[in-house]
């Protein structure tokens, strides 16, 4: 009995993975050779597949589509900060930097990158790599501290640099 | 999945909710399906936990070996970080410093003092935020006139770029102006870009300028002065009609841009080339006009190369074989060669190309199609961007202008409020000694800032010295010096196969037998930091010798997240030439010159410890066998940089 839901329950399981794999098949090749010049393959091809638009965008969408995910997640991440500080006033001292960090990504890094995919990539390149710098600085600030934050850090620098060689492609 | 980069040197505890998830390789939508499985099935999680690694497994297996594979193909993926290599025909580049292992670069914690320093005495830049490329230099009526990319909203770049705009007597005075043009046209609101000025033979100037539309497409447009009689050339009017150009069929809309200055054609038509690229091979279009409002396109490109990619700020100008005179932009005839230059955008630097331009068919030729443009000689070995030349009818010069953007991170740039600056113009003529390149210069003028010389002859330093030049200050300085390398240990030392490259070495620290010497700069007593700026001899079969120059900023700063990469090539050296090298240091840039302006390196520097009173100056000898005799003159250099009644009227 035991056995047969287990069986069940694994079938249950397998099933979203075909599902999956039916998805993956469908996954259009521009994403794949794309995000296969990347240092983050499956990074960058799980972020653009979970973007409708990217089916049909060409590079320079699919670049675009990265650098909202990047906005996104450096979103989430200064909220998180905000949050961690308030929650924790002892924290709140080594998170002021990471705050700062967080705001420039936001203010200043991606509308340079959003403003110069479409006209002189080069530039989106710079603030990408821009973010990559910050985000590096905020997770050696944070060494030692237990919060979802580092991961949060690391997503969105790695997706930055996965952003800057998709970049190097459309020059 | 992200193996490059661990993060397991932590020792905070991971939250459940799946922070352990994608180092264990399993994507984020089957991670999901744990998630709730999980919750479900407590029980039998062992077996859920086989079912979904097996199903992911199954799933990328299926595809194309995806994230489980990559896991052991990670350290290649760095390399594609640095640059997409030579088979692809693009010099190997590494524009971004690379990460080496799984340390991220940290930042470092920058005092505001040793960023203050950063800001240079006598070079050209705006009092702040972002510049670039150098726009429409030109002489009128007694004032020198540089335009450049100015981003009025921060210390990086961005679309609503303008031209800003000032003026000087000498090239190295210069007072700011209020910006001459800006994004306010559909055709140039995303951005007022690169452009040249054309001077008619009655004195009118025509401004040709990219601009970039609402729809972000690249078009050409007219602009002239709204007032001639003003020497100070304030006000700008953008032609009514504009644009006057847009990209032509074949031609992608964000591959157009830069025009430069046009020159009189045998029948008296204006020519001027655009830039652009063809898949992999940089083109330049060429156009005819009799007005500036109306154009002809050329059916043959004057000039394309394979696999140089997009080519950016092209210039064409002629100079002199036989003359000490730079040559107006129309001039041809016996005696005359032709440079073609393109910016890179694959690799961000200026290469330059001699050969011959023939007005009837339109073509030009390079003198050695293996140095063609983009795949031969570069202005500059370091620093040096969207470089544009002008014709200086006051004194019959060619000047080149280029950009010198900082190789700092962006954040240092915003925490110190500015970025870019322009390298000091430089005379431009034909190295009729060597026949097969340009030599550059700084324009004279800058000679005017020198004060406190200091002289040493024939400073003797064996293999393994560092002597200390006493000069008093050391972040402002104009340095000559030539170098003799014993004779002796230039014939007895053994011919070697060495094949030597300023980058991939170990830059001052490489000892060879008859290099590397030359000068340490913008370095602090203990030698903690350093910049130097070297020689590097190799004797290779038959006893010829090769000459490399170069700078090395591996040591220039203890600061992790600035530019370490060392830059320089060969510089040809004729029999019986000394070595010479002339460096002038102004903070944040250094600018070499080997042998007269053959080989020109610009370099960015950060130090955090050799600056104000602790930069200093020595001399030095890595070689094993050689000896070197020094003798050298040093000033100090006075600051240009002043504010005058102008910038009242500033951006």
């Known amino acids: 009995m035991l056995i047969n839901l287990s069986f069940i329950i694994l079938l249950l399981v397998l099933s979203p993975c075909s599902l999956l794999v039916k998805a993956q098949h469908q996954t259009n090749s521009l994403i794949l050779d794309t995000c296969k010049k990347t240092p983050n393959y499956a990074l960058c091809v799980s972020t653009l597949r979970s973007n409708p638009h990217s089916s049909t965008a060409d590079v320079a969408g699919l670049g675009l589509i990265l650098v909202g995910a990047v906005k996104a997640k450096s979103t989430a991440g200064l909220k998180t900060i905000s949050e961690l500080s308030r929650a924790n006033p002892a924290l709140k001292k080594r998170l002021s930097q990471c705050m700062e960090d967080y705001k420039m990504i936001l203010s200043a890094f991606i509308p340079e990158a959003e403003q110069a995919i479409g006209g002189d990539p080069k530039f989106a390149e710079d603030g990408m790599n821009g973010i990559a710098d910050v985000t590096a600085q905020c997770v050696k600030s944070l060494q030692g501290v237990r919060a979802p934050l580092p991961s949060t850090n690391k997503l969105v620098h790695d997706l930055s640099l996965v952003t800057v060689s998709i970049i190097r492609t459309m020059l | ?651």
């Not at chain 2, 004057?302 to 005179?325: Q, R």
């Not at chain 2, 339109?362 to 002008?390: C, E």
């Not at chain 2, 190789?407 to 000694?433: C, M």
């Open chain 2, 1 to 651: 999945m992200e193996d490059r980069i661990t993060i397991s040197h932590h020792p905070y505890t991971p939250l459940p909710d799946g922070d352990n998830a994608p180092s264990s390789g399993v994507s984020p939508a089957t991670q999901n399906g744990r998630r709730r499985s999980l919750k479900f099935v407590l029980v039998l999680s062992g077996v859920l936990a086989v079912g979904l690694i097996m199903g992911a497994m199954f799933s990328f297996s299926t595809n194309d070996g995806g994230a489980v594979k990559m896991s052991t193909e990670s350290p290649e993926k760095i390399s594609e970080l640095v640059g997409r290599g030579v088979s692809e025909g693009v010099s190997m580049k590494s524009f971004r410093r690379p990460l080496l292992g799984n340390e991220p670069p940290a930042n470092f914690p920058w005092n505001s003092n040793a960023l203050s320093w950063q800001r240079t005495a006598f070079h050209f830049q705006p009092t702040k935020n972002w510049m670039n490329d150098p726009n429409g230099p030109l002489f009128y009526k007694g004032w020198y006139h540089l335009f450049y990319q100015y981003n009025r909203d921060g210390a990086i770049w961005g679309k609503k770029i303008v031209w800003g705009h000032a003026v000087s007597r000498d090239l190295i005075h210069w007072n700011h102006l209020p910006v001459a043009m800006v994004t306010d046209q559909w055709y140039d609101v995303n951005g007022v870009w690169t452009g040249s000025a054309t001077i008619l033979p009655d004195g009118q100037i025509v401004m040709l300028y990219t601009g970039s539309t609402n729809e972000s497409v690249q078009v050409q447009n007219l602009a002239y002065p709204a007032d001639p009689s003003d020497p100070l050339l304030i006000e700008w009017i953008k032609y009514p009609n504009n644009p006057v150009l847009v990209p032509p069929p074949g031609i992608d809309f964000k591959d157009f841009r830069d025009p430069t200055t046009a020159w009189l054609t045998p029948e008296g038509m204006w020519r001027f080339v655009i830039g652009s690229k063809l898949n992999k091979t940089g083109i330049s279009l060429v156009y005819d006009t009799v007005d500036f409002k109306n154009f002809t396109l050329l059916d043959g490109l004057l000039h394309a190369v394979h696999g140089t990619g997009m080519w950016e700020c092209v210039d064409f100008y002629p100079i002199s074989k036989v003359g000490e005179n730079g040559l107006d932009t129309s001039i041809n005839g016996l005696g005359v060669k032709h440079v073609m230059k393109a910016s890179l955008d694959d690799d961000r630097n200026d290469y330059y190309a001699l050969g011959t331009y023939d007005p009837v068919s339109t073509t030009w030729v390079p003198d050695n199609p293996k140095m063609d443009v983009g795949i031969g000689l570069r202005y500059d070995y370091g620093i040096y961007y969207a470089s544009k030349t002008f014709y200086d009818s006051n004194k019959k010069r060619r000047v080149l202008w280029s950009w010198i953007k900082e190789t700092d991170s962006e954040l240092s740039d915003i925490k110190k409020g500015w970025a870019s600056v322009q390298g000091i113009p430089r005379t431009i003529l034909f190295d009729h000694k060597t026949g097969s390149n340009l030599l550059q210069w700084p324009v004279e003028e800058v000679n005017k800032l020198r004060s406190n010389k200091t002289v040493f002859e024939n400073l003797e330093v064996n293999g393994g010295a560092v002597v200390p030049l006493e000069i008093g200050l050391g972040s402002q300085l104009d340095i000559t010096a030539e170098f003799e390398v014993d004779k002796k240990s230039l014939e007895s030392v053994q011919e070697s196969n060495e094949v030597y490259d300023c980058k991939n070495s170990m830059g001052a620290a490489g000892r060879g037998a008859l290099g590397p010497f030359g000068l340490l700069i913008l370095a602090d007593e203990q030698l903690l930091e350093q910049t130097p700026i070297y020689f590097y001899i190799v004797k290779g079969s038959g006893g010829d010798l090769k000459t490399f120059f170069c700078a090395d900023h591996s040591r220039s700063s203890e600061a992790t997240d600035v530019d370490k990469e060392i830059y320089g090539s060969i510089v040809p050296v004729l029999r019986g030439e000394k070595l010479t090298v002339r460096i002038l240091v102004d903070h944040s840039i250094v600018e070499s010159f080997s042998q007269g302006g053959r080989t020109c390196i610009t370099s960015r520097v950060y130090p955090t410890k050799a600056i104000y009173n602790n930069a200093k100056v020595f001399l030095f000898n890595n070689a094993t066998e050689a000896k070197i005799t020094a003798s050298l003159n040093i000033w100090q250099m006075n600051t240009a940089q002043r504010h005058s009644h102008f910038t009242e009227l500033m951006m």
